[in-house]
């Protein structure tokens, strides 16, 4: 198994840090992400991740093995859900062991802010108000290159719909 993976069932975290443990380490750090129940001033009832799996878990391992290479760590993993996830559910796991606590608390954020920023997992929220949203969609809000190269992506809503709200409101 990858250090890096997808997955539909609950994150077992505890489970997961065990798999960490080894008699060099001095230090371990984790980070759980959980899903909220508000964002941006609305009331969130659940939301969904999708993801597009081979490239998600093949960025993921980059990700990994960079932070391992970067802090000098030889143990970190990451789990992230994807599908449906209610209120206070985590959504995403990393885990870093290592010899010294400084390494293991910088792989550790390493890992996170990458996977957020380079990992193609998309979050769809559902609000109260019976209104759903694609939010942090970062390749919907892209422009394209070029004139002839159009960004694309496997989920599908209204990308005028969101462009023109984007404009309309200041807000993505």
């Not at 980070?31 to 508000?38: K, L």
């Not at 789990?79 to 400084?102: F, K, M, Q, S, Y």
């Not at 990458?114 to 979050?123: G, L, T």
Request: proline share 3%; aromatic share 8%; glycine share 8%.
């Amino acid at each position: 198994m990858g250090r890096f993976r997808l997955q539909t069932a609950p994150i077992a975290a505890d489970a997961r840090a065990a798999g960490l443990t080894a008699p060099a380490n001095g230090g371990y750090v984790s980070f759980e992400g959980w899903v909220r129940d508000h964002n941006e001033g609305r009331r969130v009832l659940r939301l969904e991740y999708e993801a597009m799996s081979s490239l998600a878990e093949r960025e993921g391992e980059r990700i990994i093995a960079e932070a391992c290479a970067r802090f000098g760590v030889e143990h970190a993993v990451c789990v992230h859900r994807v599908g449906p996830l209610e209120i206070g559910a985590i959504a995403v796991w990393v885990g870093v062991a290592a010899r010294h606590r400084d390494e293991a608390f910088r792989a550790c954020r390493y890992v996170i802010d990458e996977v957020k920023h380079r990992v193609p997992i998309w979050k769809k929220e559902y609000y109260e108000d019976g209104d759903s949203g694609w939010v942090n969609c970062e390749r919907c809000a892209a422009p394209a290159v070029h004139a002839d190269h159009v960004h694309h992506h496997h989920h599908d809503h209204d990308h005028d719909r969101a462009h023109a709200h984007r404009h309309a409101d200041g807000r993505r």
